[in-house]
């Protein structure tokens, strides 16, 4: 059935079926290279009975080469047997590649870009006395550029965009 999967959806780049204990139980992949399982703190996030799935933000395939590698998300569920018992974790890793061709596609007026990010993953503060502490976001990661965005442009738009704004915060 997982190769029947793998063959029939080409966005799918590995399907796979973890015991309770997080070692896999059956597997299919399009490349040995692809296969990475969920890790220990994924894997917990089930086992603790947090929630019944999990959705990874866009990550490289491959993120020694971001510009060469092509975007993915994992997306996981709960499998629980009749007397709702955790039995495992199915889950996916699903290329989005075809996004990126998507993006790779269009045309911004004569001299426009395109810059994608994600939202970050976390907030933190920074005392700076005893009395006064100051949010900092985290800055967005950069996960799509269209040809002809410098590092200048990345970090003019994470200095001036108002991020907040952007995610409805």
Known sequence: LFEVMLSSHP??????LLDPDGKTVVRAVR??????????DQIAYFTRGRSNHLLTQPYFVDPTNRQGSSLAITYAVRVEDQKRAFGGILATEVSLQFIQDILGAVQVGQTGQILVIARPKASRVEVLDSQAATRRET???????SSGVTAQDITDFQRNFPIDLAYGD
């Open 31 to 40: 490349s040995e290279d692809d296969y990475r399982p969920l890790g220990p």
């Open 11 to 16: 966005s799918i780049r590995v399907l796979y």
């Open 139 to 145: 800055m967005p990661e950069v996960i799509y550029t």
